[in-house]
């Protein structure tokens, strides 16, 4: 286990992106130091006696301010370079990994009132922060399904994307082949998707209006390659939302590939106490159901039971948004 830090950080960049979607780049050596993949953190926003709950969200990235010129803006997704390009059809190379990394960047999509505000924050404001949080994916266990596959699959959806940059940068620092499917409602919803490309030999981009990539569901792309390689051994990660978490899980149960799941339901508290967040998993009694924010947010797939929320969940999730009507009065 990692440590977590309650901290107030201040930003140094809130960088609008296409589609709603925003990159908040804040300073903090401890909180960033302290992450590992699969991890997330909870904003809160000070000052704002009118938003009472922090919002959950998976750490993007960590890395170090000096790695980035001060003519170019923090945080910036860079353009890929003729040596990524390379990368991307040569395999992997091992990604620049910042030695201290000094900031913490969360990819956001303005979606409701707290992430509207999230949105206006400025250079130099500042904002409370809970991290890192939650089990990261790389337990030992994980590692060593990954070193046997043949090649990790990451499955993302939206803003899902967010929570597998870094282990992407991990599993390629292990060596270990790995491609994208990265699928959005329009091609304004494919953000972050260059970051990946040192460490992923391939990106299969698809929306569901046919403005990029192929044209439908993500999990379309994910099942042809799964069927033209029968033979090939893989490791699926996905994140994004339910439906396409159950779909991928589906996939890799129907192929026979063993599958992790990151799960973004609404959360209360993420500290293990309001239970808002609990899924129901297989077993009986107390072991059916677990946290995603103190159990997760990382699951194996076939160990979560598919039904859409659990009437407790339900309940909190109800309150939940009646917090976030009183917050819009
Ligand atoms: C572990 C975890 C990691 C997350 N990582 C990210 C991330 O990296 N980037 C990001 O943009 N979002 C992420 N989310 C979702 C994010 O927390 C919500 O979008 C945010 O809390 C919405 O707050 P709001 O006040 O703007 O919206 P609200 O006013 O509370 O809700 C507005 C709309 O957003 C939907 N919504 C609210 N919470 C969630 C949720 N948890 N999942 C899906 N839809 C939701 C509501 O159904 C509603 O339609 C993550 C959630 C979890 C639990
Ligand atoms: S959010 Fe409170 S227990 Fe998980």
């Known amino acids: 286990m990692t440590s977590m830090y309650d ?13 709603g979607h925003f990159l908040l780049s804040l300073y903090s050596p401890r909180q960033a130091q ?38 170019c ?7 890929p370079t003729r040596r990524d390009h390379r990368t991307r059809t040569h395999h992997t190379l091992p990604p620049r990994v910042p030695t201290k990394p000094e900031l913490i960047q969360l990819l956001y999509k303005a979606v409701g009132r707290g992430t509207r505000l999230m949105a206006q924050l400025k250079q130099g404001d500042k904002v409370g922060l809970l991290a890192p949080l939650g089990h990261g994916f790389f337990a030992e ?19 899902g994307i967010a929570a597998l940059l870094l282990p992407a ?19 304004a919803d494919l953000v972050g998707v260059e970051e990946f490309r040192p460490s992923v030999s391939a990106a299969l981009l ?31 990660i996905a994140c994004g ?12 149960g129907r192929y026979g590939h063993p599958c992790l799941v990151s799960m973004e339901n609404r959360m209360g508290c993420a500290l293990g106490v309001c239970l808002g967040c609990s899924i129901r998993v297989v077993g009986g009694g107390h072991g059916a159901y677990q946290r995603v924010c103190t159990e997760g947010p990382v699951f194996w797939a076939d160990k979560v039971v598919w039904e859409k929320r659990i009437d407790a969940n339900e309940l909190i999730q109800s309150t939940h948004t009646q917090i976030t009507q009183k917050e819009e009065k």
Do not use: C
């Open 7 to 19: 901290a107030t950080v201040p930003v140094v960049e809130n960088r609008p992106l296409t589609g």
């Open 141 to 159: 266990e994980y590692m060593e399904r990954a070193r046997a596959a043949g090649e990790v699959l990451h499955v993302a959806g939206g803003i």
């Open 206 to 236: 698809a929306t569901e209006d046919g403005s990029r990539g192929h044209r439908g569901y993500v999990t379309g792309p994910l099942e042809e390659h799964l069927e033209r390689h029968r033979n090939k051994k893989f490791l699926l």
């Open 73 to 79: 803006s923090l945080g910036a997704l860079p353009a």
């Open 241 to 252: 939302p339910w439906a396409m978490l159950e779909a991928s899980a589906e996939l890799a």
């Open 34 to 71: 302290a992450t590992r993949a699969g991890q997330f953190a909870m904003l809160r926003l000070l000052d704002r006696s009118d938003v009472l709950l922090r919002r959950p969200m998976s750490i993007f990235n960590v890395l170090s301010g000096s790695a980035v010129s001060p003519s």
């Open 169 to 187: 940068r991990e599993l390629a620092r292990a060596g270990i082949p790995q491609r994208l499917f990265f699928g959005g409602r329009t091609k």
